[in-house]
């Protein structure tokens, strides 16, 4: 293609068909003659001239700027379009036909280098930020190349290892190369270059800054500098932050942090001074930089140490010990200020008060000084070396040369001695050793095991003054000591005397060791040991007081009566001898109790021991008590209970069984829910209690209703305190009894409860039949009783109402007497019409219908009729029946409550009177 653009994929340039005259871009722009180019009046004079040979043409690359993807603190993402590219023109048919075996190809390379612009400014634009860095290019060729590639790139260039904040330039340069066919030498050509992609990476916080440097050291302060961190993170330093430890004393800025390190400094200058340091401290420091992205890692810490002194001035060196010709002294070494201290030097004057000598110079801590003067008092100073220097002198103290120590005190002897306390006197010395004596000092020696545990196993001083006398009031009862005594004077301490052995008076031995115990359901089993000290005399017995624990105590108030252990504000003696160990028993199961044990003597009991707390192990639940009817119908019984005491464990549940006792029948039957109780599910007729040990009892009711001959059936178990038993028969008795189960087991059955269900309407009859007519009026026993009309009914079966039909005529015909008779002969059978009214509907029968309805008819209705004479009659007879008693009693009291004798009339006569009078008094109970 003449003079025409190419672009060749891959990079490879293939040669075209242009001309053989043309011209290529150079680095500045201008344009030369291409080598081979000729006039046409020149042409005939070369063709006669050799031609010279042919070189590739020299493409035309045209790049295009790059472009940056992405960018981060340290990293820039940048691709490039493929180049554009073109040969010259030219005419030379030669260089036509040599082109043809010629192959170009281009080398792409991507150069990035920093640029060094002033601070940053957030709204230049991209225009103004290339003319920023033109200029800054211009005066630097820092180019580095990152990448170079055959071809342009397919995939962008991840340029890496930039630093954060930065600005910088990045271009492609583009290097053209051919190759001759038969030739294996390229030819390169000038390299073209792109527009420049200026940019800049993410600013980041400071990174980590060098250790503060020493810049100056003093006694008492430390001054520091460092320098601007290497990485700033592209963004100005605005603060630094120096730490130390440790915290310099009477410091009263902030506190120091969780590594022991305080902030002494917060500022924009990279120098400080630490002062108020004492010489010779050791100091750490770290340092971190801030900029508006926030602070930098702590740099690594570097320690100095002040300036050292001379050392501290020392304290006066202490006598320790003398002899006649000899003083020891020692002394504590003073604070070295920085610098270890290489000697100590004591000097000693004359004894006469005049210049000093050298007596020591070492490194030691304790001088004798020998070679002394007996009798005189001699002057000692004391100073301390290290590398600063000399410290000052101390000041001067005095030591004594002539005395030595006295003899030991005479005539030690304990004047009064009782239980815990023993007064002591002596006398001083015959030879005090040339000094006076200035002190006594008073040992005493424990030898009995128990005195020994209070004072210790070593000689123990009890008494360090001038005094000739001492009271000691510590000592144990019953116990042996030693005593001993030295003195003391200017010269030290001089030997004991021979030791004194005294005995305290006997006591009350010490409380033994709190007692164990063996826990069963109902007993405790409690051991103890010997005390530690009997007091001086032997241990004659023991005593042991226990009580039920405070906190038991009101958990087992409510279970009946209690043991006298249960009440809490005392404790009671259970035992008193000379056995170590007790049973006690008749406890209540699991309850807590307390106990404490005290020895005796001859001298008393001694004190009690520690109280010990044992519970009881816990067993089955007290049996519950009777239940209570709580609603009573024809069909059902409702009955609750009350939670027994668990003896130790919570009762969880209730097992309620029933026994069917048959219709209510007889005077002595309960009717309408009227309820007995039977002790542990008996209820005889002589009221004893019988044990119940089987829950089922093979065996049908009867008139006694025996627990044991009844036959009992589970109704409900659970843990709830009430139940409800239906499909229950109508004037029926039952009986109902409830045991409790907890963790242990079960119960023993309570008190049974006797119940019976009300009565309900009779059911429908088939039919009625007429039986008889009364002859004479009857009053009526309710309102609304049957009775009234004189006429008896009673249900019969549907072939005695087809009877009744055909035979009505004859039975018309009877007489009206045999009607009566037949009427009276099954009025007992039907006296349930009367608690009929006249609507059909059932009366509501009240305790006096109850009791009347149990009596024979003529008697019922003659009872209703009459009733306040009744009333009248069974209150006189109540009063004959007292006199007769009082009569009765009288005559018992001088030979019996009966006649005695052969009088038979008499003694049937006192017996129907008896009689009577129970009858009155139980038909008064029914009215």
């Not at 005395?403 to 815990?420: E, F, K, Q, Y």
Request: net charge neutral; proline share 8%.
């Amino acid at each position: 293609m003449q003079g025409g653009t190419h672009s060749v994929p891959g990079g490879l340039l293939e040669p075209s068909n242009a001309g053989h005259a043309g011209i290529h871009l150079e680095d500045d722009g201008g344009v030369e003659a291409v080598p081979g180019s000729v006039t046409s009046s020149e042409h005939e004079e070369q063709q006669q001239v050799e031609e010279p040979p042919l070189v590739p043409l020299e493409p035309v690359v045209i790049l295009h700027e790059p472009e940056l993807l992405a960018v981060t603190a340290t990293t820039a993402s940048i691709s490039w379009p493929a180049a554009e590219w073109s040969l010259p023109a030219h005419d030379d048919p030669r260089q036509t036909a040599f082109q043809q075996g010629v192959v170009y190809s281009l080398l792409y390379e991507l150069q990035v280098q920093q640029v060094d612009l002033g601070p940053p400014s957030n709204t230049a634009s991209a225009e103004q930020l290339l003319q920023q860095v033109y200029p800054a290019l211009n005066s630097s060729n820092n180019w580095r190349s990152v990448s170079s590639v055959v071809g342009p790139m397919q995939v962008p260039v991840q340029v890496t290892m930039l630093r954060s904040g930065r600005f910088y330039a990045a271009r492609v340069v583009a290097t053209a190369t051919a190759v001759v066919e038969g030739s294996q030498q390229p030819v390169a050509f000038a390299a073209a270059t792109s527009q420049v992609l200026p940019f800049r990476t993410l600013p980041t916080p400071p990174g980590q800054m060098q250790a503060p440097a020493l810049a100056q050291r003093a006694r008492n302060a430390l001054k520091l500098k460092w320098n601007v961190p290497d990485e700033t993170g592209g963004e100005a330093i605005q603060r630094y932050e120096l730490l130390v430890t440790p915290q310099p004393a009477g410091w009263d800025g902030p506190p120091a942090d969780e590594q022991g390190f305080t902030q002494v400094y917060v500022g924009d200058e990279r120098s400080y001074k630490l002062g108020k340091l004492g010489p010779g401290q050791r100091f750490s420091f770290k340092i971190r930089s801030f900029n508006v992205l926030g602070g930098g890692p702590w740099s690594l810490p570097s320690t100095f140490t002040t300036q050292a002194s001379v050392p501290a001035q020392p304290d006066p060196p202490v006598q320790v010990a003398s002899s006649k010709d000899a003083a020891t002294l020692q002394w504590r070494p003073p604070a070295d200020n920085g610098a270890v201290i290489s000697c100590y030097q004591l000097e000693v004057d004359d004894g006469r008060g005049g210049e000093f000598r050298l007596a020591f110079t070492g490194l030691d801590t304790q001088c004798v000084v020998a070679k002394l003067q007996s009798g005189l008092n001699y002057r000692f100073r004391l100073r301390t070396e290290n590398s600063e220097g000399y410290s000052m002198w101390s000041t001067a103290v005095a030591a004594a040369t002539a005395a030595t120590t006295p003899g030991c005190p005479t005539g030690l002897a304990a004047v009064g001695i009782n239980r815990s306390s023993v007064t002591l006197t002596w006398q001083p010395p015959s030879s005090d050793g040339g000094s006076q004596v200035l002190a006594y000092q008073v040992q005493l020696l424990a030898k009995t095991k128990v005195a020994a545990a209070a004072l210790g196993s070593d000689w123990v001083i009890i008494f360090d003054g001038a005094a000739v006398a001492t009271t000691f009031s510590a000592l144990q009862p019953g116990c042996e000591y030693m005593v001993r005594a030295a003195a003391r004077n200017a010269a030290g301490q001089g030997s004991f005397c021979m030791p004194l052995r005294l005995t305290t008076a006997p006591d009350v031995p010490l409380q033994p060791p709190k007692p164990e115990a063996e826990a069963a359901a109902t007993s405790l089993l409690l051991r103890w040991a010997a005390p530690q000290h009997d007091g001086g005399s032997q241990v004659t017995g023991y005593k042991v007081e226990m009580r039920c624990s405070p906190d038991a105590s009101s958990s087992t108030a409510a279970i009946g009566p209690q043991h006298s252990l249960a009440i809490p504000e005392h404790f009671l003696n259970i035992y008193a001898g000379p056995d170590m160990c007790v049973q006690v028993t008749d406890l209540l199961p699991g309850t807590a109790y307390e106990y404490r044990a005290a020895a005796l003597n001859s001298h008393g009991a001694g004190p009690w021991s520690v109280i010990g707390t044992a519970t009881t192990l816990p067993a089955a639940p007290l049996p519950p008590p009777a239940p209570q009817l709580a609603a009573c119908s024809s069909s059902s019984l409702s009955v609750t209970w009350v939670e027994p005491y668990g003896q130790g464990s919570p009762v969880s549940s209730y097992t309620l069984n029933m026994a069917r006792l048959g219709p209510v029948g007889g005077s002595g039957s309960g009717a309408n829910g009227v309820v007995h109780a039977m002790a542990n599910g008996t209820a005889d007729g002589s009221g004893q209690q019988h044990p119940d040990s089987h829950d089922d009892a093979a065996s049908s009711c009867s008139s006694g209703h025996s627990a044991d001959k009844v036959r009992w059936e589970t109704v409900y178990t659970g843990p709830l305190t009430s139940a409800e038993v239906r499909q229950l028969k109508p004037a029926c008795r039952y009986m109902l009894r409830v045991r409790a189960h907890n963790s242990i087991g079960g119960s023993n059955w309570g008190e049974a409860l006797t119940a019976t269900t009300s009565p309900a309407a009779p059911c429908q009859p088939a039919s009625l039949t007429s039986t008889a007519v009364s002859s004479s009026p009857a009053a009526p026993a309710s309102e609304g009783d049957s009775s009234e009309s004189g006429l008896a009914l009673a249900p019969a079966s549907a072939a005695e109402a087809g009877a009744g039909k055909r035979k009505s005529k004859g039975k018309s015909k009877a007489s009206v007497k045999d009607a009566a008779a037949a009427a009276e002969k099954r009025s007992s059978k039907v006296a349930a019409v009367a608690n009929v009214t006249a609507k059909g509907k059932p009366r509501k029968l009240g305790l006096k219908d109850h009791v009347l309805s149990q009596l024979p008819p003529p008697v019922s209705r003659w009872l209703r009729k009459n009733s306040k004479y009744v009333k009248y009659g069974i209150a006189a007879a109540a009063v004959l029946a007292v006199l007769v008693m009082i009569v009765l009693a009288s005559l018992g009291s001088r030979g019996g409550d009966a006649p005695r004798g052969g009088d038979a009339a008499a003694q049937a006569a006192f017996m129907q009177m008896q009689a009577q009078q129970q009858m009155q008094m139980q038909a008064q109970q029914r009215m």
